[in-house]
């Protein structure tokens, strides 16, 4: 049998690194990079260098944006963020929105310092509202932290009409919300548009006649996990 070419056989590991190692999201990279520059800068310490190096391969860790595959049933609502199903409940979406206080479907995901921290568009359609909300730093698993926590919401209408909503939240460790859409812009099922530094929650608001698919404690998978169906 013929030898492989060995361009051939370092082009198959570097493929090969690249389906096990997530991307990172870019938000990462300074962090990332600061902790390769100690490691650097104090190469002849082994202790620093370690720092640097553990540091840095954490970063990596906590900034992946994993590929996923959203599903392809028509009308399903897909988890924003990877997490624990922390909440079921009925509630008025973000006042900051200026939208009714009618009640509506809520879905809470808390993220821990593990998951991976990038938010995922819900629904495929239009932003049509991007809201900073400036407020408090509570534990993201506390009910109250949808009201009084910093949050930055997003409001998504489909094609055919439905309106979801989807909002970032800020949490005891997190302190900084990174939102990359605005209004006007347009997001696929599943498509990266943020992310929350440091443990987090994701609230997403679902319009009325829409069909629960997840329980309370179940693990979700953002951008894939169904959260709900939007009925026609």
């Known amino acids: 049998m013929a030898r492989r ?17 997530p991307p990172m999201h870019r938000a990462g990279w ?16 082994r202790w620093v260098r370690t720092t640097g190096l553990v540091a840095a391969a954490a970063n990596a860790a906590f900034f992946r944006n994993p590929t996923r595959v ?8 897909v ?13 008025p979406p973000p006042v900051e929105l200026g939208l009714s206080d009618e009640p509506r479907l809520r879905v809470s995901i808390f ?8 938010q995922r568009a819900p629904i495929g ?14 534990s993201a698993d506390l009910p109250e932290a949808s009201e009084a926590n910093e949050r930055n919401s ?3 209408h489909t094609p055919d009409g439905a309106e979801v909503i989807a909002v970032q939240i ?9 939102c990359d859409v605005a209004a006007g812009d347009h997001v696929g099922l599943g498509d990266t548009y943020g992310l929350i530094r440091f443990g987090s929650r994701l609230d997403t608001y679902l319009p009325a006649g829409t069909q629960l698919q997840v329980a309370l404690g179940q693990r979700a998978v953002g951008g894939e996990t169904i959260l709900a169906e939007i009925r026609p």
């Open 5 to 21: 070419p060995r361009t051939a056989e370092a082009a198959h590991l570097a493929d090969l690194i690249r389906s096990q190692i």
């Open 30 to 45: 300074p962090f990332v990079g600061a902790g390769l520059a100690v490691a650097a800068l104090g190469y002849k310490h």
């Open 70 to 77: 959203p599903p392809a049933r028509p009308g399903a609502v």
């Open 79 to 91: 988890a924003p963020a990877d997490g624990e199903i922390c909440l079921i409940e009925m509630a």
């Open 111 to 118: 993220l821990s310092i593990l998951d991976a921290h990038v």
């Open 125 to 138: 359609g239009q932003v049509v509202a991007a809201v900073h909300q400036p407020g408090r730093f509570l």
């Open 154 to 156: 997003i409001v998504i």
């Open 170 to 178: 800020a949490g005891l460790v997190a302190r900084r919300i990174v």
